[in-house]
């Protein structure tokens, strides 16, 4: 009876992930036993992030407020979500209705606080199992649980197309060891299971092979006051079967001296000097030279001023910031670069993703070049019909905070 059951679920998981029909809803969203299962069903775009993807996981996650957990995953098999559609967020901001750059990050950010507050009584368990960078970080970010597999590959790469680590980034980036927040908020580098355990970012680490397993166990949580920690049991038995991981095999575990030391500076003007000075040095490894001068080409290919913006962000969670403030400052940014068509967002989305050339124009072209003032600019306060409501969300009651 049992291994029938594992059985079903494997099949009508399988079915989910494999599902490409446009006729079906952006979210896939399935009741198996105790749990929801969310499915991110944009196969073809590596289920980047759409409005109506972010209204559909809002309804989603209103309508799995009693079970004993909430399980989100992404279809095709190649990516949990690759991020936000920010290609189409580009054409509506050059287009006469500009309404979609104000609209998405709204509700975005908005859904990105309600998963924050719905977990404290139903955790939720995003399954990492592939591609996850940017949207897609925070919608899975905020949750309870993140399992990753031997298959994730995690960035925030969004100063390379003229953005910053939005999402609530500001908060995880910040309580990550150490620099390591600084290092892939500004390089965008591409993180594996190891350094996702290391840094805490991932929970769990399951072998892909178990997963639907891992599914069928987490179905039959009961639901009740103690659900968080049944779950938490589960997955702890999971990764016990599939064996440790080396978390020093890994980019933090083998640089985090490097890391530390270059990212702790005050600018990022220090910090690529500092990394131009480790890769000089007579005193360094060739691999910390390597590292050092890998890291510099990668911040010369970001936009500068995203760079510093970003550095700020960061900087200024350190001080103390709740996820709710947290993302009325991202959207406080976002939307300064929205209203200027000229900002890199646009020229970084044109290059990118749009004529795909890898050379955008950045304007400022340097560093230097990025006043503190220009930076400040878009720290400040919008006007107040403007400003980011958050909801606080309990169960079934909404108020306003």
């Known amino acids: 009876m ?6 079903r679920i494997k099949t009508l998981h399988r079915h989910l992930l494999m599902s490409t029909s446009s ?11 105790n749990a929801t299962i969310m499915t991110l069903n944009r196969p073809k775009k590596l289920n980047s992030l759409t409005l109506q993807m972010v209204r559909e996981l809002d309804q989603a996650l209103t309508q799995g407020q009693n079970s004993s957990c909430l399980i989100m995953d992404g279809a095709g098999g190649k990516a949990f979500c690759a991020g936000g559609d920010v290609a189409t967020v580009r054409a509506a901001g050059l287009s006469d209705d500009a309404s979609l750059t104000r609209d998405f990050f709204f509700e975005e950010y908005r859904l990105n606080k309600k998963i924050g507050d719905v977990n404290k009584t139903i955790p939720q368990v995003s399954i990492w199992n592939g591609i996850t960078m940017g949207g897609g970080v925070g919608v899975s970010i905020h949750g309870k649980y993140r399992v990753a597999t031997e298959k994730s590959l995690f960035a925030k790469p969004e100063t390379g197309i003229g953005l910053f680590p939005d999402v609530g980034a500001s908060v995880f980036l910040s309580e990550m060891p150490g620099c390591t927040g600084e290092y892939i908020a500004l390089t965008g580098a591409r993180l594996k299971a190891n350094d996702l355990i290391y840094a805490g970012l991932s929970t769990h680490y399951v072998s892909s092979e178990m997963i639907p397993d891992l599914y069928e166990s987490l179905s039959n949580v009961s639901v009740s006051r103690d659900q968080i920690n049944a779950v938490q049991d589960v997955l702890d038995n999971y990764q016990k079967q599939t064996g440790p991981i080396d978390v020093n095999d890994g980019i933090f575990g083998k640089h985090r001296t490097t890391i530390d030391t270059a990212f702790s500076k005050h600018t990022v003007e220090e910090i690529v000097a500092t990394l131009h000075e480790i ?23 970001m936009s500068p001023t995203s760079l510093k913006i970003t550095l700020q962000q960061v900087r200024r969670a350190k001080k103390g910031m709740s996820l709710g403030d947290a993302l009325k400052m991202e959207y406080r940014i976002c939307q300064t670069l929205m209203k200027n068509t000229e900002s890199d967002f646009y020229e970084g989305i044109r290059a990118v993703l749009v004529d795909k050339d890898r050379n955008p124009k950045w304007n400022p072209k340097t560093l230097e070049e990025v006043s503190d003032e220009e930076v400040e600019r878009h720290f400040q306060h919008l006007a107040t019909d403007e400003e980011l409501l958050m909801i606080k969300y309990i169960r079934e009651c909404e108020t306003e905070a």
Do not use: G
Request: aromatic letters at 2%.
């Open 23 to 33: 006729s079906h809803p952006t979210v896939l969203t399935t009741q198996n036993k």
């Open 2 to 7: 049992i291994r029938t059951s594992i059985v």
């Open 279 to 301: 890769s000089l040095s007579s005193t360094s490894t060739k691999e910390t030279q390597q590292f050092a001068t890998e890291t510099l080409q990668s911040l010369q290919n």
